[in-house]
C-alpha cells in the first residue's frame, strides 16, 4: 500500500469512529477525560503527572480505533516503574502494558490484571536511571502490539501477537513511581499486519568431503558460503581427524558453479595463521561483499588467553587471494569471543559473535556491534543471554541471523545437543529473548543461504562429519 493510501484509510477510519481523530485521543490538561484507580494524577504544562505506591491506573474513558497509533512521551522522574496501557478495560482492571522499569532495566510489554497480576510478554534491556525520558510509539491492530522507540532505531523493541483484547482503552500507570506524560491522540490508522514465520528444513545432502585426495579424513566446522562472478564459494575451519580446534590453522576453500552441484571442488587453502600477527589459530570465516571486495572476518584467538579474543578481517577481490587488514584486530572481546557473522541492514551493518557475559556471569550469550564501514565498530552490546553457564564451547556458538519479512531470526547452537541448532525470533535486529525460541533442526554451525532465486538452504558440519550437508529451508507462515 502506497503512503498516500495508508494515509487515506487512516483518515476514513478516524471518520468512521466519529470525525477528528484527535478527539478520540488522551485530552492532555483535561483530566475530566480520565478515570483513576489509585494513586495521585494531576494536569501540568504539557500533560500529565502520576505518583503513588503499588500499582496506579489512569484510563481514558473514550474508546479508542480497534486499530490505532498511539505516541506518548514519558518521564520517569523516580521510582519503579512506568508506562501505558493499551486494550484496556473500561475500570482499568486488565489489558495490555508497556512500561519502563528502573529497577530491572528493562523495557516490559505485559499482559496485566487486577494487582498484582502480570504476565511478560515481551522484553527489551534497557538500564534506564531515574529522571530518563522517552517516547513511546504504539502500533497495535490485528491482535498485534508493537513498541517503538524512535531514539533506539526505526525498528519495534518489543512485539506481542495473538492478544485477546480486554476492551478498547488507553491509559497511563506508574508502579511505585512518580513520572509525567505526554500523550498524544490515538489515531486511527491501517491496519498493521505483522505475519511471523517458521523456518522448516528438509533433509541434508552431502555436497563437499575436505577428505577426498588426502589418504585420511579430515572435517569442516564453522563455514561460510558466498556467491562470486565464478560461482559459488565455502570457506571453513579445518583439520585432520580427531578434532584439534586449538591446532586448526587454515580455512578451506572449495568451490561449485552452483549450491547443488556435487561434488564441491577442493581448491587451495584460503588462509594461514601467522602467529607473528598474534593469531593463535583460524575459526569460523564469515565472508561478505561491498562494493568490490570481500571482506572475510574471522576469529584469531589470542596468544594471551581466552580473556582476549580477537576478531581480524582479511579481504579480496576475487575470493582466492587475501589480504589482511593492517589495523587488525577490528576489536578484542572477553572469553572465548568468537564465530564472527555480519548482517547488513538498512545501511547499518550488524556483527554478530558469541562470547561469556563476565568473569562473574559465565552465562553464554551472543553479542552484537554495528558499523557503517565494515572497518570501525561500536561497543559491544549483548543480543542473547543463554540460562546456560560454562566456559568454551556453549548454546549461543554459531551465531547467523537472517532478516525475512518484518522479523530477524537468530540461529546458535549447539543447544542440548551437538547437532541442535535453535532457531529465535524479535522484530529488531539488536535482541532476542531466551523465551521467544520458535524452532530447532538437527545441524551443527548452521549458516543460512539465500540463492538469487529466492531459494534458502541450511547447512551441516562438525568434527564428527565427513565434510559439509546442506539441505532445504523454506519459511512457513506461523499458524
Given at each position: 500500500m502506497t503512503e498516500g493510501l495508508g494515509l487515506l484509510v487512516a483518515l476514513v477510519l478516524a471518520l468512521a469512529v466519529g470525525g477528528d481523530a484527535a478527539a478520540q485521543g488522551p485530552a492532555q490538561s483535561e483530566l475530566s477525560a480520565w478515570k483513576a484507580?489509585?494513586?495521585?494524577w494531576k494536569a501540568v504544562a504539557k500533560g500529565i503527572s502520576g505518583e503513588g505506591f503499588l500499582d496506579n491506573r489512569l484510563v481514558l474513558q473514550a474508546e479508542t480505533p480497534e486499530t490505532f497509533e498511539w505516541?506518548?512521551?514519558?518521564?520517569?522522574?523516580?521510582?519503579?516503574?512506568a508506562g501505558v496501557l493499551l486494550?484496556?478495560?473500561e475500570d482499568g482492571a486488565r489489558g495490555y502494558s508497556v512500561r519502563l522499569d528502573s529497577r530491572l532495566g528493562e523495557l516490559i510489554l505485559s499482559r496485566f490484571g487486577p494487582w498484582p497480576e502480570e504476565t511478560r510478554l515481551s522484553s527489551f534491556p534497557w538500564g534506564v536511571l531515574d529522571g530518563a525520558t522517552v517516547k513511546l510509539r504504539i502500533l497495535a491492530g490485528g491482535g498485534t502490539v508493537?513498541?517503538?522507540?524512535?531514539?533506539?532505531?526505526?525498528?519495534?523493541?518489543l512485539e506481542a501477537r495473538k492478544l485477546e483484547l480486554a476492551g478498547r482503552h488507553v491509559g497511563l500507570r506508574v508502579i511505585d513511581a512518580q513520572a509525567t506524560f505526554v500523550p498524544g491522540p490515538a489515531k486511527a490508522t491501517s491496519l498493521q499486519i505483522v505475519t511471523a514465520h517458521v523456518p522448516q528444513v528438509g533433509a541434508f545432502t552431502h555436497i563437499y568431503d575436505p577428505s577426498v585426495g588426502r589418504g585420511e579424513p579430515w572435517y569442516i566446522n564453522d563455514h561460510c558460503f558466498i556467491q562470486g562472478s565464478d560461482g559459488w564459494h565455502l570457506f571453513g575451519i579445518t583439520h585432520a581427524k580427531p578434532a584439534a580446534p586449538m591446532e586448526e590453522k587454515s580455512f578451506a576453500h572449495a568451490t561449485s558453479p552452483d549450491m547443488l552441484k556435487t561434488p564441491w571442488a577442493q581448491q587451495p587453502d584460503a588462509l594461514t595463521f601467522d602467529k607473528a600477527l598474534g593469531e593463535a589459530h583460524l575459526w569460523a570465516p564469515h565472508v561478505i561483499k561491498r562494493g568490490d571486495a570481500y571482506y572475510m572476518f574471522y576469529c584469531a584467538g589470542s596468544q594471551k588467553g581466552n580473556y582476549f579474543y580477537r576478531i581480524h578481517l582479511a579481504t579480496s577481490k576475487d575470493l582466492r587471494t587475501w589480504t589482511r587488514y593492517p589495523d587488525n584486530p577490528l576489536f578484542q572481546d572477553f572469553f572465548d569471543a568468537r564465530d564472527p557473522m555480519v548482517l547488513e541492514v538498512d545501511g547499518t551493518y550488524y556483527l554478530y559473535y558469541t562470547a561469556n557475559l563476565d568473569r562473574e556471569r559465565m552465562n553464554h550469550v551472543v553479542k552484537v556491534r554495528t558499523s557503517k564501514d565494515l572497518l570501525h565498530w561500536s561497543p559491544a552490546r549483548v543480543a542473547l543471554t543463554h540460562p546456560e553457564t560454562g566456559t568454551f564451547g556453549g548454546p549461543t556458538e554459531s551465531p547467523f541471523v537472517v532478516r525475512y519479512g518484518r522479523h530477524f531470526y537468530l540461529f546458535c547452537g549447539p543447544d542440548g545437543a551437538y547437532h541442535r541448532t535453535v532457531v529465535y525470533r524479535s522484530p529488531n535486529p539488536y535482541h532476542?529473548?531466551?523465551?521467544?525460541?520458535?524452532?530447532?533442526?538437527?545441524?551443527?554451525?548452521?549458516?543460512v543461504v539465500e540463492t538469487k532465486d529466492g531459494h534458502f538452504y541450511a547447512s551441516d558440519s562438525g568434527w564428527d562429519m565427513a565434510g559439509v550437508y546442506l539441505a532445504p529451508l523454506e519459511w512457513k507462515p506461523e499458524e
Open positions: 484507580t489509585a494513586g495521585k505516541s506518548v512521551e514519558l518521564s520517569l522522574k523516580e521510582g519503579c516503574s486494550y484496556a478495560s508493537r513498541a517503538f522507540v524512535p531514539s533506539r532505531g526505526a525498528y519495534p523493541l532476542w529473548e531466551y523465551s521467544q525460541q520458535i524452532y530447532s533442526f538437527p545441524s551443527h554451525a548452521a549458516e
